[in-house]
């Protein structure tokens, strides 16, 4: 039964033949595979952040937008996020249970901080959170992961949940590029477009090909996008910290 679904050396083995390398790519150069290499991250690259669709102005994948769930401790403020995170979406965290309708409202760091110094309430129903990057190596103080941090600390074990950016669609170590399991040959096309700009004769083929499987994977991605983050995206009356102008919301990249 044939897979719907194409894995990186699939992109390896047609992008070495579209070059007329033959079809195995480990027999390559290690130039021929730089070369191969280039071309696939290109066409990765052109997929994951595509140009505009005719009649969509941009689209952002809602598979790099995935939602994460956790459960929090009691007392416990600070809680790891996924080695792919690359920002927040939104402006809380939510809660799972319907009855709690708002969760905490995400703060910039240097504003988190000033609420922790100045609220005597330790351990409570968490109201404010912010993300900061985590070191490692304390020698060369090279953040590498981040951190959800909540305070007031929580008094029991809730669930909550938030949507991120991922930051890498393709780590190291896939045999799949993310979203090849329902954009597999979008992704292939994306490739073949990129590579056509590297033969003696350059054609056009697949660059018109990729636009029309964009057009319909965009499509595809819109119409089975879930419902998103359950609960109220506004601010109440008491959740503005005293003497504090307004609370901003800010997005943490990855170094």
């Keep these: 039964m044939p897979l719907l679904s194409i894995t990186l050396n699939d992109i ?3 992008v070495t033949r579209f070059l007329s390398l033959g079809r195995n790519y480990d ?3 290690d130039i021929q595979k730089d070369d191969v290499d280039s071309i696939i991250d290109r066409g990765l690259r052109q997929f994951y ?3 505009p669709v005719p009649g969509i102005l941009s689209h952002q994948w809602s598979f790099l937008r995935p939602t994460r769930s956790f459960t929090t401790v009691a007392e416990q403020e600070s ?3 996924p080695d792919d995170f690359g920002a927040m979406t939104g402006s809380r965290i939510t809660y799972l249970e319907q009855s709690h309708v708002d ?4 703060v910039s760091d240097y504003e988190y901080r000033s609420l922790v110094e100045r609220m005597s309430v330790r351990v409570g129903e968490p109201r404010y959170a912010t993300v900061r990057p985590r070191t490692t190596n304390d020698t060369l103080n090279v953040p590498v992961r981040h951190d959800l941090h909540l305070f007031p600390a929580p008094q029991k074990a809730v669930q909550m949940q938030y949507q991120y950016h991922v930051l890498n669609p393709v780590p190291s170590g896939l045999s799949s590029p993310t979203g090849a399991d329902m954009h597999g040959e979008t992704i292939m096309c994306s ?3 990129i590579a056509e700009e590297y033969v003696v004769s350059p054609s056009t083929q697949y660059r018109a090909l990729f636009r029309e499987r964009l057009a319909s994977s965009v499509a595809l991605d819109r119409s089975t996008r879930g419902g998103g983050i359950i609960g109220k995206m506004r601010p109440t009356g008491d959740e503005a ?4 102008s307004r609370v901003t919301q800010v997005n ?3 170094a």
């Design 191 to 193: 490739c073949l477009a």
């Design 103 to 106: 969760g905490p409202l995400l």
């Design 79 to 81: 809680y790891a996020l």
């Design 241 to 244: 910290p005293p003497a504090m």
């Design 12 to 14: 390896q083995s047609e």
């Design 252 to 254: 943490y990249i990855g």
């Design 27 to 29: 027999l390559l150069t």
């Design 49 to 51: 952040f595509p140009p």
